[in-house]
């Protein structure tokens, strides 16, 4: 190679250099503004999911501490206190109204289901849960807990076939006779019936002189 192509790749390597020097000085900004938005994303995500884990371990254990009470009227008391959101906060008012039966308050376990039942942020399992325990209660407005029980009867409802238990006991309790059978039958047949709930069906059946399906129980 002569000294002139050597001079040539020299002067050509060095334009080169400036250039990318050239480039680097104009455009490097982007490249660290880049890696400074991954790292401070980085850094965020790991903040946000620290919080996330700080809070449940708080009510975590604001939980425990609240069911450690042993008179259910100050366990109560203490769920109520229970900082929570999402399916937490439904949980503990779930669990808030339990203890709030046992203790024989329930005006106010009822006024705890329909609370989480009418929550738009709850998830809907919760919130079909709610209105069914609601619903079970003992109360005088018997119209408008069978309302209740018959919406979540309709197929495909999680809590189709308990609330048609239900719903036989209350005519059962009004005197009808015909339209419990009717409603026990149908539990009966169902396919996706579980074990537990078709066997108080046919005790009941059984109990109102009424044939069990040969079928269904074999």
């Known amino acids: 190679m002569s ?10 390597e060095e334009v080169r250099r400036e250039k990318l020097y050239g480039y680097l000085r104009r455009y490097g900004w982007i490249g660290v503004a880049c890696v400074l938005l991954l790292v401070g994303g980085a850094a965020f995500n790991e903040y946000r999911a620290a919080q ?3 809070a449940a371990q708080a009510t975590g ?37 339990a203890t709030q039966q046992e203790a024989g308050a329930i005006d106010a376990a009822r006024a705890t289901l329909n609370t989480l039942a009418a929550d738009p942020d709850a998830p809907q399992m919760y919130r079909d849960l709610a209105a069914f ?33 239900q719903l036989a006991y209350l005519a059962l309790a009004e005197g009808d006779r015909d339209g419990a059978v009717a ?16 066997e108080r069906v046919q005790t009941l059946m059984v109990a109102l002189g009424e044939e069990l399906n040969d079928t269904v129980t074999q």
């Open 183 to 198: 409603q026990l039958r149908r539990i009966e047949e169902d396919a996706s019936v579980t074990r537990g709930l078709r």
């Open 3 to 12: 000294d002139t192509d050597s001079f040539i790749n020299e002067v050509t």
């Open 52 to 54: 996330a884990r700080n």
């Open 61 to 97: 254990d604001a939980l425990l501490a609240a069911l450690s009470e042993n008179d259910p009227s100050a366990r109560a008391q203490a769920l109520e206190a229970v900082p929570a959101d999402g399916n937490a906060a439904a949980v503990t008012l779930l669990l808030r109204a």
């Open 133 to 165: 325990k609601a619903a079970v209660l003992p109360s005088d407005d018997v119209a408008s807990r069978k309302s209740t029980l018959e919406a979540l009867s309709a197929p495909g409802m999680p809590f189709s076939l308990l609330a048609q238990e």
